[in-house]
C-alpha cells in the first residue's frame, strides 16, 4: 500500500491542505482479534500487546471493549485510531441514550456506523489503520462483523483480524459448528489463539477473552495460554542442517 | 406588576426610564403562561417534574418530551416556548460534549449552568435577536454532589434546592417550601413532587395534563432518567389520592 509522502495536495479540489498530514503508517499496533458465534452470543478473544514496530512495548492494553448495552468491539492496528474510534462511539452512543425512547443502538447500526467511517476516512487518504471486530447481541438475535481500513466489510459466523485470517480461520472453518457452548467456544478460541502466540511474532502470552450475551459484556481478567516447547525437532533445531549458503 | 412600557418596550437593547429592560420581562411573561415546571434537590439527587398541558385529545402520551438529558449525568426540565426549549437544549448538549472532549470528565453542573445562562443572556445583547421565551430547570449530579440550577429567560441563573416555574410557580413554591428536603429519599421525592404538581393544576382553566418526571440520583447510578414506569404510577396515584383527600375536607 503505497501513500504518497507528498505535502502538495494531489488534486486542486482540495485546495490548501497542506498544513495537515495524513495516515502514513502505523506506529503502536494491536495484533490478531478473533471471534466466533456461540449457542449464547459472541465469544471474542485477542491478546493485550502493543507493538511499537517489532518491539513489543506495551503488554496491558486491552483491545476489546463494550459498547452501549448490546456490542463488543474488538480492534486491530493502530491504537491511538482504535482510541479515536471509542470516542466518536462514546458519542454516538451519548445522543442514543439521551433520546430516552426505549431503544437502543444495536450491534448490525454500530457496525454499519463504523463501516461509513472507516471508508469514508479511506477515501480521503486519510485511514484509520484498523480491522474491527464488531459482535453483539440484541432482542435475541446474534451478529458479528468486521470492518477494516479499506472498509472492506462483512459478517460471518467467525471472524479474525491480521494473521488470525491465516491462522485462526482454517481451524474456525474445520471446527466452529452452530450452538457451540460456551466451554467449547473458549477452548475453539484457545485453540487459534495458541497457534497465533506460536506463530505471531507480535503475539504476547496474555490474553482476554470476552463474551456478549443477551444479559450484558464481560470481559475476562487477563490470563495466559500455556505452551509446549519439549518437542524433540525444537530440542536441537541446528542438528542435521546442512552447512550455511 | 404590569405596567405599560409605552416606547421603551419595542427593543431589548432599550432600557426604561426605571432602568427596566421590558423585552426581557415580556419573555419572562411566556414562561408564566406555561405548564408548571417543578425541580428539587432531595439528599439523594433531584427530581424534576412537569405538568404538561394536553393541546389536544389527538396527541400521543410520551411525546412532547419537555425534560431532556443533556449529559449521562445531568437534565433539563423547560418551561415556555417549547421551541425556544429545544435551542437550549441543543446548546447545552453540545456544550457538554465539547467539555468532555476538552477536559476529559463530564462538565461539572455550574460550569454548564453557566454557559447556558451565559447563552441565554447573549440574545438579550442584540436587537436582531430576541431573547429566549423560556426557562429551563437543569438538574445533575456530579463530584460535588446533586445540584439544581435554574436559568431565566433574562440570562439569571442561581443554585437552587427548591424551583419552580410556569402558571402554578407561586403555590407550587409554597408547597415545597413545605418539604423537608435535605431528610427526603429522590423515592419519596417523586411522589411529593407528583402531589405538587397535581395540586397546583387548575382544574377550572386548563383541562387534561400529563404528568412527565425525571431523576437523577444515586438509585438511578447518578444518571439523568425518566422516572421508572412502576414509581411513576405510584406518585400518580398517590397524588390522586391526596387531591381527592383534600377535596373531602
Known amino acids: 500500500m503505497n501513500f504518497i509522502a507528498s505535502k502538495q495536495p494531489e488534486n486542486r479540489l482540495l485546495g490548501p491542505e497542506s498544513d495537515t498530514q495524513r495516515t502514513l503508517y502505523p506506529y503502536v499496533t494491536g495484533t490478531s482479534v478473533v471471534a466466533l458465534k456461540y449457542k449464547d452470543g459472541i465469544l471474542m478473544a485477542a491478546d493485550m500487546g502493543g507493538s511499537y514496530g517489532s518491539t513489543l512495548r506495551y503488554k496491558s492494553v486491552e483491545r476489546m471493549k463494550p459498547i452501549g448495552k448490546h456490542s463488543l468491539l474488538g480492534a486491530s492496528g493502530e491504537i491511538s485510531d482504535f482510541q479515536e474510534i471509542l470516542r466518536y462511539l462514546d458519542e454516538l452512543i451519548l445522543y442514543d441514550n439521551m433520546w430516552d425512547d426505549g431503544n437502543s443502538l444495536g450491534p448490525k447500526e454500530v457496525h454499519n456506523y463504523l463501516t461509513r467511517v472507516m471508508y469514508n476516512r479511506r ?35 467467525h471472524v479474525a483480524t491480521g494473521f488470525g485470517n491465516h491462522l485462526a480461520r482454517p481451524i474456525l472453518r474445520q471446527e466452529w459448528h452452530e450452538n457451540l457452548s460456551f466451554e467449547d467456544g473458549v477452548k475453539l478460541l484457545e485453540k487459534c489463539m495458541r497457534v497465533l502466540l506460536y506463530r505471531d511474532r507480535s503475539a504476547v502470552n496474555k490474553l482476554q477473552i470476552a463474551k456478549i450475551t443477551e444479559e450484558g459484556v464481560t470481559i475476562s481478567q487477563p490470563y495466559s495460554l500455556k505452551t509446549y516447547w519439549e518437542f524433540s525437532a525444537f530440542e536441537n533445531p541446528a542438528q542435521g542442517a546442512i552447512g550455511s549458503w | 406588576m404590569s405596567s405599560i412600557g409605552t416606547g421603551y418596550d419595542l427593543s431589548v437593547t432599550t432600557f426604561s426610564p ?43 402520551t410520551g411525546s412532547n418530551r419537555r425534560i431532556h438529558s443533556v449529559h449521562r449525568h445531568s437534565g433539563m426540565a423547560v418551561a415556555g416556548l417549547a421551541a425556544d426549549g429545544r435551542q437550549i437544549v441543543a446548546r447545552a448538549k453540545s456544550e457538554a460534549t465539547n467539555y468532555e472532549s476538552v477536559y476529559g470528565e463530564p462538565i461539572p453542573v455550574k460550569e454548564l449552568a453557566e454557559r447556558i445562562a451565559s447563552y441565554v443572556h447573549l440574545c438579550t445583547l442584540y436587537w436582531w435577536l430576541r431573547p429566549f421565551g423560556c426557562g429551563v430547570i437543569l438538574g445533575g449530579y456530579d463530584r460535588d454532589g446533586p445540584q439544581l440550577y435554574m436559568v431565566e429567560p433574562s440570562g439569571i441563573s442561581y443554585r437552587y434546592f427548591g424551583a419552580a416555574m410556569g402558571k402554578g410557580k407561586q403555590a407550587a413554591k409554597t408547597e415545597i417550601e413545605k418539604l423537608k428536603l435535605s431528610e427526603m429519599t429522590c423515592r419519596d421525592g417523586v411522589i411529593e413532587v407528583a402531589k405538587i404538581i397535581y395540586k397546583v393544576h387548575d382544574e377550572a382553566k386548563d383541562k387534561a395534563f400529563e404528568l412527565e418526571m425525571s431523576w437523577v440520583c444515586d438509585e438511578s447510578k447518578q444518571q439523568h432518567q425518566k422516572v421508572p414506569d412502576d414509581l411513576l404510577e405510584e406518585a400518580k396515584v398517590a397524588a390522586r389520592a391526596a387531591l381527592e383527600e383534600m377535596d373531602a375536607d
Open chain 1, 123 to 157: 477515501n480521503k487518504f486519510n485511514p484509520l489503520w484498523n480491522s474491527l471486530v464488531l459482535g453483539g447481541v440484541k432482542n435475541g438475535q446474534t451478529y458479528l462483523g468486521m470492518v477494516n481500513m479499506i472498509g472492506v466489510n462483512f459478517e460471518d459466523n
Open chain 2, 18 to 60: 426605571d432602568g427596566r429592560v421590558f423585552q426581557i420581562e415580556y419573555a419572562a411573561k411566556a414562561v408564566d403562561n406555561s405548564g408548571t415546571v417543578i425541580g428539587i434537590k432531595c439528599k439523594d439527587g433531584i427530581v424534576m417534574g412537569v405538568e404538561k398541558l394536553i393541546a389536544s385529545k389527538m396527541m400521543l
